[in-house]
């Protein structure tokens, strides 16, 4: 007969609350692999308006309440910027997914800053990090489905796949630099015209 294996209060506990981890992460991963299969098949419809980019930026990072127990953030918006004509949420989500990439892959106390300018017509976002960079010969590997770099264990390779999707279904581009210490994210998008 096998031996019956008993959990005191505190290992039930402690078992709980892995099976809970384990739960929403597997959730997340399914929402995730939901999400992108509909932006690469066009049925992802986002709602456009025309928004300003601090907008898109300050609903990003009121979003970012646990990247600020670890990281600090700060923020340059050049003035004056055009509005953009796009899914607030879904660019929020954007923008907040890079900053989960920055946080994961730099250390913590260092800054993580978001920035959107003017440029090419349009606006310029960019998330920069204090990490150890992204190598030249990955940056176009990165936004692909389930891509970690250097065997990074951190979260499920999914979150640029998404970032790019949301970008480019909005008319813009993206792609990753050398930042003064860390990575930067960079993505463009086209002004909103006048309606």
Do not use: Y
């Not at 609350?17 to 999400?35: A, K, Q, Y």
């Not at 928004?51 to 990003?60: D, Q």
């Amino acid at each position: 007969k096998p031996e019956q294996l008993t959990l005191d209060d505190a290992e039930r506990g402690e078992l709980l609350e892995v099976i809970n981890e384990e739960t929403d992460r597997l959730n997340t991963f399914v929402e995730s692999m939901v999400e992108l299969a509909q932006i690469q098949s066009g049925q992802r419809q986002f709602r456009r308006r025309g928004v300003l980019p601090e907008e898109i930026i300050v609903a990003a990072a009121r979003r970012a309440k646990a990247i600020k127990s670890t990281h600090k953030l700060a923020s340059k918006i050049e003035p004056g910027l055009p509005k953009v004509s796009v899914d607030p949420r879904a660019l929020a989500e954007a923008v907040f997914n890079l900053l989960q990439n920055s946080a994961s892959h730099s250390p913590a106390g260092s800054t993580i800053m978001i920035s959107a300018e003017k440029a090419d017509g349009g606006v310029r976002f960019a998330v920069e990090d204090e990490g150890t960079g992204i190598p030249e010969d990955e940056r176009e590997a990165v936004f692909e489905r389930f891509h970690r770099s250097n065997g990074s264990v951190h979260g499920l390779g999914m979150g640029l796949a998404i970032v790019r999707g949301i970008v480019e279904g909005h008319g813009g581009r993206i792609w990753i630099e050398s930042g003064k210490k860390g990575a930067r994210l960079v993505f463009d998008l086209p002004a909103a015209t006048d309606e």
